[in-house]
């Protein structure tokens, strides 16, 4: 609110300045819990997850804020991506008149390398799956490898690993049997280019990302 003005308020579309974000750390910081445990609310920049069922590592974000003063017909669409354009983030963006947050992971989209080798390792849990499987779960497997073999994001590649681990949990020979998630590299800190595209006009601005300051060198 700091940032908006009338001249903002008479254009189609504004990218605010960015907060610095910071890329927090799930480790100790050398104190104890006692006997009476208070645990106040993560930072909004923070997933809220339960004390009991923490994370070994924090999963952090960063806001993005625009402006949009209508409703367009595309769709603004966001790239977040290194000075050098190597490692990029895209995503579709919130439609409507109003100020609006986004807020990002702080990790890029997958690469083509990323995807074939997340392929190829759900592909060898859906084969050892099938073995000793009676005719009503090799039905549901069925379905699901069908559903694998058209999905085409990351979040629906995930979404059929998530299946996988719901449905045959109690059928995994090992631990970590259904592999990690399909994600892209974290961003480190370091400063990010922002691009918000709107009903064809290209805004920009940049992204700083801190390490954390309890952090010890």
């Given amino acids: 609110m700091q940032q908006l003005g009338g001249d903002i308020l008479n254009t189609e579309a504004h990218l605010f300045d960015s907060p610095v974000a910071t890329r927090w750390h799930g480790i100790s910081r050398g104190a104890t819990r006692g006997h009476q445990l208070f645990i106040g609310q993560n930072p909004l920049s923070m997933s809220q997850v339960p004390p009991d069922n923490s ?4 999963v952090n974000m960063a806001s993005v804020n625009y402006y949009l003063n209508a409703h367009f017909q595309k769709r603004p ?8 354009g190597k490692n990029t983030f895209t995503a579709l963006l919130e439609n409507s008149p109003g100020i609006h947050r986004f807020r990002w992971a702080m990790r890029f989209d997958p690469s083509e ?21 009676d005719k009503d779960q090799i039905r549901v497997l069925d379905k699901l490898y069908t559903e694998f073999k058209s999905a085409q994001t990351p979040e ?8 996988l681990i719901e449905n045959f949990r109690n059928l995994a020979p090992r631990r970590r ?25 290209v805004y920009t601005h940049y992204l700083s990302i801190r390490k ?3 952090l010890r060198e």
């Fill in 156 to 163: 629906e590649l995930n979404a059929i690993r998530e299946k």
């Fill in 77 to 84: 669409g966001l790239k977040i991506e290194d000075l050098e």
């Fill in 212 to 214: 954390d300051p309890l």
């Fill in 55 to 58: 994370p070994t590592e924090a």
């Fill in 177 to 201: 049997f259904f592999g990690v998630p399909l994600q892209g590299l974290e961003a480190l800190p370091g400063t990010y280019r922002l691009t918000l595209t709107a009903n064809g006009k």
């Fill in 113 to 133: 390398e990323h995807k074939k080798e997340f392929r190829k390792q759900q592909e060898i849990v859906f084969s050892q799956l099938k073995k000793g499987m």
